[in-house]
């Protein structure tokens, strides 16, 4: 009996079907300064690791006259990016009266948007962060858990043979009556009923699961970042062109997926694709590029000179609706004979990523000035929200004068970790993507009067001050490089930052 | 068992004599009346649940709905564990004589069908929670935890369901009716959860595949149930109760203000939203009543060829013009409630009928299997209220 126990008990623990797990990848929460009318605010969107989940949305006001923050989930374009939910209230934390956090659901997949709205002092305004919306990994089954479920299973199983068999044997018989022969068979075939009942029931369940286990394996496989295939053309054409169709999975609905045209990607700082070709081993050297549309779907561009070697690369675009791609790719190059960049584009090569010794943080750029990493005091923590503060300083010390806005924003950050696990492309107003801001903005216009409530930090001026800093928080502990790109004089420069993050 | 306990059911005419049956006070044990209001609880428990889904959406462990569904689940889970530990310290009494053996244990079946579902639907709960962490908040009914859940409540139904209908059959009089009438009550709230009539709705009541649902399962849990209330009218009772028990919900869920806290949200909504409105289960009810009459010594198989297609048909001949009336502006109002809709849905017209059947052979060919399986439950059904009727423990 023991052994038959054990035996089926180990068939049902195997009839649990096994867990699928995935690495991190890339940096899903979303960091965001800017403005909600009056009030500055510093946004941190703690992503779900499954989605549907629950994200924690965190609002630090720069400024103490904010009284209440109410946050709602939209989509960001489309049916579903009208008609607001209940808005949820944030709670204020009792510590910091200026620290607000809400917890909300996230049910689906795809370009999102949180809606903050800030009541204080100066009056109601509201706030627009977009949001991209994906599960990342699952959870395996805790052992535990495992074997309380292979436990109650079998205790479920075992406990209801004998409840039907009583019922088949004794349910109709007249109270004082004995047993009779056909009653005892009647016990027999309700056994074995059951048990053919319940293995069934347990056999079907299993398949069901299974299939819901490869559907959501499959949502975390398609929402992750997708794969580019380059290829040369007449010695220094570089075209890129997905590895397979791109497809959003629509959470909730099996295998169900809303095919994604790269045709109709919508501009993000006036280009429809930023590739990031990065120098490996090493990042020792990154060029920042702007492919154009090439025929049925794909992207190319003209190479300026470039060096023989090993390139990883990275394009980001924005879908039409609002959810934005981050394109893997690895190509190797021969020497291209061209022109060196022009226009927005750009490149930089120094040293291979060394582990930084000391806090020290300058880095050199062209024309004998430097930009100046202003660190706090100690280690970098990951998933720790901060501002990433630089200074840019002439030759002789004294603070630059000839900042220019680098496609519409005071600099841009590239942040990659040494196993290129991590790449993020963020600005001086946070990690999203300006085309899913700028869609954003326009459904807040849409729905309020206060048209001038966006957190959007144009910097049309002629020049910018010396200082800028950058909202930002890295996703997991490692070895960074950190690429800062500005204009100056109409000439784009880029400084190179190494960290290693705990 | 002390002199002033009530007795849980009234002795056998076979077994005891007429005149010890009239000597004691007779009333239903409080046992009983514990499954049954668990029973009720989790129903109400569950609607309050759909509706929070359909106007408030976002879902947490103590939701209103859940919370009661929680208690009616322990409440009739506690009245099975307390019968049976009565019967097994009863020793040689009635309520010895009334139970089954079980498991060295004694009591009546259902009531250990009761505790078995009780432990089910617990072990569901953090099963459930656990699927949430790992597959994101279910957007769809059928998951494994669920099923488990659905299981255990239909097991819970089930107990209930014998343990009254061995309770009436070892009754007379009043207390027979009156185990009768709570029987009524549960045959209802078990024809609400029967899984095909999750595919009927208002825009499907103009297609055959609407009464091949029916006809899957209604007829044999209708009939079923009807005869083994061993009232006159059973069918037709808990047609009337089904029917009720909705609208009752219509009328009295919309008075809570409920709003939307999931996006996106497609309808404004304001307060709970209540199911849509029953299916006329009154009418084929007292047809098969009716029929049940009159054809009382025939064969089942007769009884089952004519009851089913009158089942079916009759059904169709009031759903049909009353689906009309439906979509009608003149039922959008408190009594009919439909222009309840959901926050989620993104109804271009709810108040179209859907096409199913994409030719008039194929509506005339799901309609004759409509009839035909109707035949075969209507057996069925007939044959679990026979067995139902025979129940004692």
């Known amino acids: ?86 808005p949820d209230v944030a709670l204020r934390s009792k510590q910091d009266p200026q620290f607000f956090v809400s917890e909300l659901w996230f049910m689906e997949y795809g370009g999102l948007q949180a809606r903050i709205e800030v009541d204080g002092a100066k009056g109601k305004a509201q706030l627009s962060v977009p949001i991209a919306s994906f599960p990342r990994q699952q959870q395996p089954m805790a052992p535990w858990m495992r074997v309380m479920g292979a436990v109650m299973l079998l205790g479920l199983t075992l406990s209801l043979v004998p409840i039907t068999a009583g019922i088949a044997r004794e349910g109709t018989l007249p109270p004082g009556e004995a047993l009779q022969p056909a009653n005892r068979r009647n016990a027999r075939i309700a056994t074995v009923l059951t048990l053919l009942a319940t293995g069934w029931a347990i056999y079907s369940a299993r398949g069901l699961w299974n299939e819901e286990d490869a559907v959501y394996a499959r949502n975390v496989d398609l929402l992750k970042p997708p794969r580019v295939e380059a290829t040369l053309r007449d010695g220094n054409r570089l075209v890129l062109r997905l590895a397979s169709p791109l497809l959003l999975p629509v959470a909730g609905k099996g295998r169900e997926t809303v095919p994604v045209n790269l045709e109709e990607v919508i501009p993000d700082h006036g280009y429809l694709m930023h590739v990031f070709l990065v120098g490996m081993p090493g990042m020792d050297k990154v060029w920042h590029l702007h492919f154009d549309r090439a025929e049925g779907g794909a992207f190319s561009k003209q190479l300026p000179a470039m060096p023989a070697g090993e390139y990883q690369i990275f394009a980001d675009v924005v ?62 923590q990951a998933n720790v929200g901060t501002s990433f503060k630089f200074r840019v300083e002439e030759a002789d010390g004294s603070p630059a004068r000839d900042l220019e806005p680098y496609m519409g924003m005071a600099a841009h950050m590239v942040a990659l970790r040494s196993d290129l696990s991590v790449f993020a492309h963020v600005h001086t107003n946070g990690s999203v993507p300006m085309a899913a801001l700028d869609l954003a903005q326009d459904g807040l216009r849409a729905s309020s009067d206060a048209s001038d409530a966006t957190g959007m930090a144009h910097h049309h001026h002629a020049s910018l001050p010396a200082s800028f800093s950058i909202p930002y928080g890295v996703p997991s502990a490692g070895d960074y490089r950190f690429f800062i790109q500005i204009k100056r004089s109409g000439q784009v420069q880029t400084a190179a930052f190494d960290a290693k993050v705990q | 068992m002390s002199a002033t306990d009530t007795v849980s059911i009234a002795p056998s005419l076979e077994s005891r004599s007429l005149a010890s049956v009239s000597e004691r006070a007779i009333a239903i044990s409080w046992t009983i009346w514990l499954a049954f209001t668990g029973i009720v609880v989790f129903r109400i428990g569950s609607m309050v649940d759909v509706a929070w889904h359909k106007s408030v959406g976002r879902d947490e462990f103590w939701t209103p709905g859940h919370s009661t569904m929680a208690l009616g689940g322990l409440l009739f889970g506690l009245a099975g564990l307390f019968e049976i530990i009565k019967a097994t310290r009863a020793g040689a009494s009635e309520r010895h004589d009334g139970s089954a053996r079980i498991m060295g244990m004694y009591g009546p079946v259902g009531a250990f069908l009761l505790v078995w579902a009780n432990l089910a639907m617990l072990f569901s709960s953090p099963f459930d929670d656990w699927w949430h962490k790992t597959y994101g908040l279910d957007l769809k009914f059928v998951t494994p935890p669920h099923l488990l859940l659905m299981i255990g409540w239909f097991t819970g139904q089930a107990g209930a369901l014998f343990w009254l209908a061995s309770a009436i059959n070892r009754s007379t009089g009043v207390m027979r009716e009156r185990l009768g009438r709570m029987f009524v009550i549960v045959a209802a709230i078990h024809l609400m959860f029967l899984p095909t009539l999750g595919l009927v709705g208002r825009s499907t009541l103009h297609t055959a595949s609407c009464y091949l649902a029916v006809a899957l399962v209604i007829p044999a849990s209708m009939i079923a149930t009807g005869r083994a209330s061993r009232l006159r009218w059973g069918c037709t009772l808990v047609g009337a109760a089904y029917m009720g028990i909705i609208i009752a919900s219509i009328w009295i869920l919309p008075l809570f203000p409920a709003q939307p806290k999931l996006g996106p949200v497609y309808q404004q909504v304001t307060h709970l939203i209540p199911p849509q409105f029953p299916l006329l289960f009154i009418v084929p009810g007292f047809l098969a009543d009716l029929f049940l009459q009159r054809t009382e010594s025939r064969s089942s198989w007769l009884k089952a060829l004519l009851i089913g297609p009158a089942f079916v048909l009759g059904l169709m001949a009031v759903q049909w013009p009353f689906g009309d009336f439906l979509m009608s502006p003149a039922s959008r109002n408190w009594i009919f409630g439909t222009a309840y809709l959901p926050y989620y849905e993104p109804a271009v017209n709810p108040w179209q009928f859907k096409v199913l059947e994409k030719s008039t052979g194929a509506f005339v060919m799901t309609l004759a299997g409509a009839l035909a399986i109707s035949v075969l439950t209507t057996r069925f059904g007939l044959a679990w209220g026979e067995w139902m009727r025979r129940l004692r423990r």
């Open chain 1, 1 to 86: 009996m023991k052994n038959s126990l054990k035996t089926l008990f180990l068939f049902v623990a195997l009839l649990l079907p096994g867990a699928h797990a995935h690495a991190h990848v890339g940096s899903a929460d979303v960091y965001y300064e800017g403005n909600a009318g009056p009030y500055p605010l510093f946004v941190t969107v703690r992503m779900p690791e499954v989605v549907p989940g629950v994200a924690k949305i965190e609002v630090r006001s720069a400024s103490p006259d904010v009284h209440s923050v109410n946050i709602v989930l939209l989509r960001l374009t489309g049916p579903g990016s009208k008609l607001p939910s209940t």
């Open chain 1, 319 to 380: 879908d039409k609706s609002g959810y934005p791609w981050t394109l893997l790719g690895k190509v190797k190059l021969p020497a291209i004979a061209g022109t060196a960049p022009v226009g927005d584009d750009s490149r930089w090569e120094g040293a291979r990523y060394a582990a930084p010794s000391s806090a020290v943080a300058v880095a050199p750029l062209p024309g004998g000035g430097r930009m100046v990493w202003e660190r706090p005091a100690g280690p970098l």
